[in-house]
């Protein structure tokens, strides 16, 4: 039964700490601070013709400021300004120097910061001189501290004047040397020490980055001045912002980067940046803690490219027309392309591939042309080189001419052989010609014999049968016949057939091969 006392005792204690933070943070989010000016030391007391010196400054109370205007108004009867001192002020800007009038009895000034800062700081010092008796009060008039807030918001509300007093010279002393009044700076609430502090949520997520100027972190830019905006969770107490050349940046690691309150935009100018890749490191912090980075990259590239040389290279033969080479570089972004001029005409864009092969100057008349080459680089920085080429490649236009052209304009090379070419295929026509009525005549020949020949065969084939067949009726006549002599007779006409069918065939044999 303690014991369960004891932890519902624990649990309702938790349950007060947390329904006081809650109800602190509440707090803390409606009441809304202001910063106050200040005179350091506020009070004192000085003899007459004695010297004293006084800071001003600004206390922002928490807030990020980065401008303060302001009039001091003084009694000039009583004490006079000697000196003003800017050494070590948060003010690297002026906008109205700091002035004094010792008639009007009024110190102006006006002054800002590149860097914004929430700490008290001094603005300058003033050193004054006591030269009447009496109360010398100090006040500020005019005055307003401005947030940096992109908007100038002042946050001014109050200012505490200093009272000094001036009584008569005794005895020369030294002047009190002024007792810096410490910044005032809010204290973290104590935490109970009986508790632990109770976060709640995630991280924040990493910004999402946008840009009018660079819209795509892979082109190159050549301008150097470009604004860069995101918004704002909720929750975000805080933000780190810086560039650099690393992709793996922390930019929560430099103080200097931290900006508190949190904004929501960042404007980059040429003392910030170089040619080259950068990036720019976002990180957002809540009551977790800091959360995921982006590191932006942002190419820029505002020099133009290296001089270059346009190299004219003339053919082997007085009708060549000449080749036209340029390369250009860019140590930076690189070289995107060139556009190429040739006397008024039109401009001829050709890639860096192309440059490196040449380009032929062709179709020309002869004459002297002006080329004009200009190399674009990939952020369109351009540089530009010029030559004067003399054409003599002897081109004519092959339609506006009209006058009438001479044999000798026919004489080339391509022409001599084209007709030395014709001049062989009609010899070769000719000479087959030639062969193929050699040979008829040689078979009309051929023909004549082999007639004459069957002519003469028939001849003596006729006279030859006539002599057998007288023989053989001389033979027959005889009445009485002897076996052998009535074979011999039969054997006589049969081997004359034999003979006569022979001969006729081998006539028609060469007659058959002469068609």
């Not at 078979?443 to 003469?456: A, G, H, I």
């Not at 049968?465 to 009726?473: C, G, H, M, S």
């Not at 033979?475 to 006729?504: F, P, W, Y």
């Amino acid at each position: 039964m303690f014991v369960k006392k004891i932890q519902i005792t624990q649990l309702v204690i938790k349950m007060v700490l947390l329904l006081s933070a809650l109800l602190l943070f509440v707090f803390s989010a409606t009441v809304v601070s202001a910063a106050t000016l200040q005179l350091n030391p506020g009070s004192g007391s000085y003899s007459n013709g004695q010297t004293f010196t006084t800071s001003v400054r600004v206390q922002p109370d928490g807030k990020s400021i980065n401008a303060v205007e302001a009039t001091l108004k003084f009694d000039p009867a009583v004490m006079t300004v000697v000196s003003i001192s800017k050494t070590g002020s948060a003010f690297s800007l002026w906008t109205v120097e700091p002035t004094f009038s010792n008639s009007a009895g009024t110190v102006t000034f006006g002054g800002g910061s590149q860097t914004p800062f929430s700490a008290a700081s001094n603005l300058f010092s003033v050193t004054w001189r006591a030269v009447k008796d009496g109360a010398g009060a100090v006040s500020f008039t005019n005055a307003s501290v401005l947030l940096n807030d992109g908007q100038g918001t002042d946050v001014y509300q109050t200012s505490a004047g200093a009272n000094y007093t001036i009584s008569p010279a005794v005895a020369p002393a030294p002047a009190p040397t002024p007792t810096p009044t410490p910044a005032v700076e809010s204290k973290p609430e104590e935490k109970p020490k009986t508790e632990e502090a109770l976060v709640f949520g995630d991280p924040p997520r990493a910004p999402e980055v946008g840009s009018q100027v660079f819209l795509d972190p892979e082109i190159w830019y050549k301008s150097t001045e470009g604004v860069f905006n995101w918004t704002l969770p909720f929750d975000v107490n805080a933000v780190a912002i810086e560039i650099s050349t690393s992709s793996e940046n922390k930019p929560e690691l430099n103080k200097k980067a931290i900006l508190e309150p949190p904004v929501d935009e960042f404007r980059i100018t040429k003392d910030l940046v170089q040619d080259g890749v950068q990036y720019l490191s976002i990180k957002f912090k809540n009551q977790v803690g800091w959360g995921a980075v982006l590191n932006r990259k942002i190419q820029i590239d505002t020099t133009a490219p290296e001089q270059f040389e346009v190299v004219v290279k003339t053919g082997t033969t007085p009708s060549s027309f000449p080749l036209v080479a340029f390369e250009a570089k860019d140590k930076t972004s690189g070289i995107d392309y060139y556009e190429l001029t040739i006397a008024d005409n039109e401009p001829l864009k050709v890639t860096p591939d192309e440059a490196k092969l040449g380009y032929l100057l062709k179709e020309l008349e002869d004459g002297t042309y002006t080329v004009k080459v200009v190399a674009y680089d990939k952020a369109g920085n351009l540089r530009e080189s010029s030559k004067a080429v003399l054409i003599t490649a002897g081109w004519i236009k092959p339609v506006e001419e009209t006058e009438e052209k001479s044999f000798w304009s026919f004489i080339n090379p391509l022409n001599i052989f084209i007709f030395f070419l014709i001049v062989i295929i009609l010899l070769q026509f000719v000479y087959i010609w030639y062969e193929r009525k050699q040979i008829k005549q040689k078979e009309e020949k051929l023909r004549r014999e082999t007639r004459e020949v069957q002519d003469q065969m028939e001849k003596i084939f006729s006279a030859l049968r006539d002599e057998i067949y007288d023989q053989i009726n001389m033979i027959t006549k005889r009445k009485r016949l002897s076996k052998n002599e009535k074979d011999a007779v039969e054997g006589l006409n049969q081997a004359l057939e034999v003979s006569e069918t022979l001969i006729e065939k081998e006539i028609n044999d060469v007659k058959a091969i002469l068609k």
